[in-house]
């Protein structure tokens, strides 16, 4: 039990921008705890969606479903629009000759990185505002999960040029893949997607870390938007 709040807090506090504190015992000193940690990864999701939209049904209009789009963001981190710019201006700088890996780890973004991210942040905030003003609820809970689960396997199926995701790769229990994929069973195409975009991404970059991740489960919550509105 233990284990089990010392993983649900580092999943909130490691995973999320919500407010919670973390005690001495919450280290990463088990393999337990980091497994507790990643298999509520999907949950933490699921946290986060569901106060973006407890915000916009408290209060229905387009303002709001704006104000919630970008609190869902907020409540995300916005670390993983960052991993975007990070990805981008490294493939820029394969494309010209430079090493990728040390542009990915340099502090500086580059006007390129800038652009693709505030194009990410765009399709998201405006995604999740057209669903919600179409009433969507069960789709922004259902992307903000899927794309985590996602993200889940892509963990398992890929090897990492980073010790921290190789520890928490290390610690991945395979029986929450088959939990977490049963539950979003209806949605699993998705995980496939997850998968293609992180292949594809490592591919043009030689390597895979934690910035890749970001990039998949940003791309993959728009691939999701954009899939749900054609089929509206």
């Known amino acids: 039990m233990r284990d089990f709040i010392s993983g649900l807090k ?14 001495e015992d919450d280290r990463f000193d088990k393999t337990q ?3 507790w940690m990643l298999g509520l990864l999907p949950f933490v999701g699921l946290v ?18 704006l104000l919630s789009a970008i609190l869902y963001l907020m409540l995300s981190g916005f670390l993983h629009l960052e991993a975007v710019i990070d990805v981008i201006d490294a493939i820029y700088a394969k494309l010209s000759g430079k090493d990728a890996y040390a542009i990915i780890k340099e502090p500086t973004v580059g006007a390129i990185g800038v652009i693709w991210g505030g194009s990410f942040l765009i ?7 057209f669903l919600l003003l179409h009433q969507r609820y069960s789709d922004v ?26 520890i ?27 998968l293609f ?5 490592g591919r043009m970059l030689g390597f895979r870390n934690g910035d890749v991740l970001g990039f998949t489960l940003e791309a993959t919550q728009i691939c999701f938007i954009a899939i749900t509105a054609i089929t509206l």
């Open 48 to 65: 986060i969606a569901f106060i973006s939209v407890g915000l916009y049904y408290l209060i229905s209009n387009w303002y709001f479903a």
């Open 197 to 201: 975009v992180a292949y594809v991404v």
């Open 10 to 23: 580092m999943s909130f506090g490691y995973f999320s921008a919500l407010f919670v504190k973390l005690g």
């Open 123 to 129: 399709l998201e905030v405006g995604g999740i505002v």
């Open 168 to 194: 928490l790769k290390e610690s991945l229990d395979i029986r929450w893949l088959i939990f977490w994929g049963v539950v979003v069973i209806l949605k699993c195409y998705m995980i496939a997607i997850a």
């Open 141 to 166: 809970l259902m992307m903000s999960v899927v794309s985590r689960v996602g993200l889940l396997y892509v963990l398992y199926f890929f090897e990492f040029k980073s010790t921290f995701v190789s």
């Open 33 to 35: 705890k980091l497994s």
